[in-house]
């Protein structure tokens, strides 16, 4: 089983950094088998994938965020993190963290509004 949780202020203004951080109960982030993953939706489009961090702790992003974003993780919190420097409106989204199994991604955060506004 697992549970996550994202966190992290709903809004941000252009051109500063998005920083959100996800909660994982039920399993440790470093346990062989998992990664942690984190997604986004922006209103009126569909899922994007953002990155992963395995639980090795090596980070993997998506080409179309590689250059503005991190994930990185608190092993001691059982937490992995997200930022997105350099922000635009168009980084508005509903981000989600979720697990990585080899079929797919079994559990998801319930989500969390961001909105990229001055």
């Known amino acids: 089983q697992g549970q996550l949780q994202e966190s992290g202020p709903g809004l941000v203004k252009p051109s500063q950094t998005l920083s959100l951080t996800c909660t994982v109960s039920?399993?440790?982030?470093?346990?062989?088998?998992?990664?942690w993953i984190w997604i986004r939706q922006p209103p009126g489009k569909g899922l994007e994938w953002m990155g992963v961090?395995?639980?090795?702790?090596?980070?993997y992003y998506s080409p179309s965020f590689k250059s503005r974003t991190s994930i990185f993780r608190d092993t001691s919190k059982n937490q992995f993190s997200l930022q997105v420097t350099s922000v635009t409106p168009e980084d508005t989204a509903v981000y989600y963290c979720?697990?990585?199994?080899?079929?797919?991604?079994?559990?998801w955060g319930e989500g969390i509004v961001v909105t990229v506004s001055s």
């Open positions: 039920g399993r440790s982030i470093t346990t062989n088998g998992y990664a």
């Open positions: 961090i395995r639980a090795n702790g090596s980070p």
């Open positions: 979720a697990r990585g199994v080899d079929s797919g991604m079994d559990y």
